[in-house]
């Protein structure tokens, strides 16, 4: 999310009006990962701020300079050529979801169809288009070549449909069954002009190893803290929309968590704990704040809350804590 806040900044906005838009805690901006109801919260805030969907989708992906692409986009920039480009971008989107590209190549066309991972819900259209955008402006950055794209399909309004046909080059389709872009198979072998070796050979093993992680020890279990600690502001996450996240029923949730020996409850609780120690330690925070943001709207539920926990008050424990460090 780092490499969003600056693009949002190249365009003249400034990312905390995004994030009251989307009514999250301010500290959001400093962190690297978000859940994904955020994520759509954010990404709808800014569409509502723009309030003309084609206009920001076309103002992002054009504004968004190089040097301030994160390393998984990096990659994708100084790779050899435009196919080269595209399947590291499909690689490395997996590290973050919840987008995820499926390539595919026949006969003169190469289509590249968006979906989503961990959720069923779709995100909203100022992202979908953003993300088909930005794999055309890759390419078109990568070789210095105006490309073109062959036909652009999208399944909910995106606004200005002329402004989109100029910017793509092509005919859009609305209310499709997919969210997908289809360019000319031929632009695929175009090199690019960004290719950089020596970069790739330094950034690729780290990314390949960080994939590996991802993809071999990430539990259940791990995910759904994950999740909760992301949607606790002013909330209490329930089981029925974490796994509504994670793309599975309450039921499948529940049973698996049960497999790895614990439950949504048990985590739930570790993660408020773990989240109040970690907020307490933080003296710019009032005690009410740390209450807001760990999911507790009664300050009072908090302090017995946090008493059960520690055996302490949370203004106790911070005195304590805070003063010997």
């Known amino acids: 999310?780092?490499?969003?806040?600056?693009?949002?900044?190249?365009?003249?906005?400034?990312?905390?009006?995004?994030?009251?838009?989307?009514?999250?805690?301010?500290?959001?901006?400093?962190?690297?990962?978000?859940?994904?109801?955020?994520?759509?919260?954010?990404?709808?805030?800014?569409?509502?701020?723009?309030?003309?969907?084609?206009?920001?989708?076309?103002?992002?992906?054009?504004s968004f300079e190089p040097n301030h692409y994160p390393p998984t986009v990096l990659v994708a920039y100084h790779a050899r050529d435009y196919r080269d480009a595209l399947k590291r971008m499909a690689r490395y989107k997996q590290l973050c979801p919840p987008e995820s590209l499926r390539i595919t190549e026949e006969g003169e066309e190469c289509t590249i169809e968006l979906e989503w991972s961990y959720t069923e819900q779709p995100g909203p259209p100022m992202?979908?288009?953003?993300?088909?955008?930005?794999?055309?402006?890759?390419?078109?950055?990568?070789?210095?070549?105006?490309?073109?794209?062959?036909?652009?399909?999208?399944?909910?309004?995106?606004?200005?449909?002329?402004?989109?046909?100029?910017?793509?080059?092509?005919?859009?389709?609305?209310?499709?069954?997919?969210?997908?872009l289809t360019i000319h198979r031929e632009d695929l072998d175009r090199h690019f002009a960004s290719y950089n070796l020596e970069l790739l050979e330094m950034l690729t093993p780290l990314l390949d190893q960080s994939l590996n992680v991802h993809q071999h020890s990430s539990s259940i279990t791990e995910m759904v803290k994950w999740i909760i600690k992301r949607s606790l502001a002013g909330g209490r996450p329930d089981i029925q929309t974490v796994a509504s996240e994670l793309g599975m029923s309450d039921r499948t949730l529940q049973r698996r968590l049960t497999n790895e020996c614990t439950s949504f409850k048990f985590l739930l609780t570790q993660v408020r704990q773990d989240q109040a120690?970690?907020?307490?330690?933080?003296?710019?925070?009032?005690?009410?704040?740390?209450?807001?943001?760990?999911?507790?709207?009664?300050?009072?539920?908090?302090?017995?809350?946090?008493?059960?926990?520690?055996?302490?008050?949370?203004?106790?424990w911070r005195s304590k804590h805070v003063g010997t460090n």
């Not at 995004?18 to 954010?42: C, D, G, H, M, W």
């Not at 909910?156 to 209310?175: K, N």
């Not at 760990?294 to 017995?304: A, L, V």
Request: aromatic share 12%.
């Open 1 to 62: 999310m780092l490499g969003f806040w600056e693009g949002l900044r190249q365009v003249g906005i400034a990312p905390q009006d995004v994030v009251r838009k989307a009514r999250l805690p301010i500290t959001i901006i400093n962190e690297p990962v978000v859940s994904i109801t955020q994520y759509f919260s954010i990404w709808q805030a800014y569409s509502d701020i723009i309030d003309d969907t084609a206009k920001g989708i076309i103002k992002l992906a054009t």
């Open 127 to 180: 992202l979908v288009g953003i993300t088909l955008a930005f794999l055309l402006e890759l390419g078109r950055r990568g070789t210095g070549q105006p490309i073109a794209a062959k036909f652009v399909e999208f399944s909910h309004e995106m606004g200005d449909v002329q402004s989109l046909e100029d910017y793509f080059g092509c005919s859009i389709q609305i209310g499709a069954k997919c969210n997908r």
């Open 277 to 316: 120690r970690e907020y307490l330690a933080d003296p710019s925070l009032d005690i009410k704040d740390v209450a807001f943001l760990i999911g507790y709207e009664d300050q009072n539920s908090f302090y017995r809350a946090f008493h059960l926990w520690e055996g302490d008050t949370p203004s106790n």
